[in-house]
């Protein structure tokens, strides 16, 4: 899509030039490039990149370290005014995306989506999003993502295209295009170079199943609060000792859910006091 001596491929294809965002923003999404592609369908191409084009994950973007090629789903609607949705049938409030224009747009999209390509439709019945699950999906070969909007999508599409479900949380969005975004996010991030320190994945929240410990920053006193007199020691083993002790604990305290898993992967007793 990026080619200019290509035409556009088909009428569904998101035109560059309706977007707000230069063209090399969007990087090169030909799979054959080899580089990670998120593919989305979705009613507000326009939306994208969003945020997914600021700082670390827009420069990575732009960099050509991973690809985006949203999707309009509104040119494979229905009719003069191409009509995406209908009733739910057998009643009830609100309107529901068709499966005959949503299969149209993945059939398009589906050429793309070889080898390890996982298609997901956001939706809040689906499993909950978590780092294991962007882990994953950092090493397939990219994603397609189906926003819904409305009432959400006919099953008869999601069980057709055997279509994964992936939820953000227990909550309701408006439409999965903020989810969608956060699941990219996610995922971008631990594709090699995209951080450039590749040091801070590998510490952070959740990647040993704990969550992080308090960091600090300059000025060493602020409004009477001091840092703790530990991390201005320069003692490399009892910072990392600190640090991981404190991380321990705020995983107990906060997360028992973690801290039991945890636990049971290091063969402890989820109920030993904390040394600090
Ligand atoms: N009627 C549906 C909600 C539809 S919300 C239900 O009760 O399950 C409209 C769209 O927003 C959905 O199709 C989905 O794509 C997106 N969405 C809403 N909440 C979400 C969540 N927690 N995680 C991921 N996507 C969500």
Redesign the pocket.
């Known amino acids: 899509m990026n080619n200019p001596d290509k035409p556009a491929r088909s009428h569904g294809r998101k035109s560059i030039t309706a977007t707000r965002t230069p063209r090399d923003l969007l990087g090169d999404p030909d799979p054959r490039a080899g580089v990670w592609t998120a593919q989305v369908l979705t009613l507000f191409p326009q939306a994208f990149p969003g945020v997914l084009g600021e700082s670390l994950t827009g420069r990575a973007l732009r960099d050509g370290l991973w690809a985006l090629d949203p999707i309009d789903l509104r040119p494979f609607g229905i009719g003069p005014h191409r009509n995406v949705d209908d009733t739910p049938t057998g009643g009830g409030a ?1 309107m529901v ?1 068709r499966p005959d224009v949503l299969g149209r747009a993945l059939d398009q999209a589906a050429p793309r989506a070889r080898g390890d390509w996982p298609v997901i ?6 499993r909950r ?1 978590d780092q294991g699950m962007a882990r994953r999906l950092a090493q397939a070969d990219g994603v397609t993502l ?8 006919d099953q008869r599409l999601l069980d057709a295209h055997d279509v994964q479900e ?15 975004q956060a699941l990219i996010d996610a995922t971008v991030r631990l594709i090699p170079r995209v951080l450039g320190n590749q040091a801070s994945t590998e510490e952070e929240s959740f990647s040993d199943g704990l969550l992080e410990h308090p960091q600090y920053t300059k000025p060493a006193v602020w409004k009477d609060r001091a840092v703790p007199d530990v991390l201005l020691s320069g003692h490399h083993a009892k910072i990392t000792d600190w640090r991981r002790a404190m991380a321990e604990r705020l995983t107990k305290e906060r997360r028992p859910d973690l801290w039991r898993a945890y636990c049971e992967r290091h063969g402890r007793d989820p109920e030993e006091d904390q040394e600090l």
């Open positions: 609100g995306l439709y956001l939706s809040p019945r689906g999003f189906l926003c819904g909007r409305f009432e959400g999508v992936v939820s953000l949380g227990d909550f309701v969005l408006t439409g999965g295009e903020i989810a969608a």
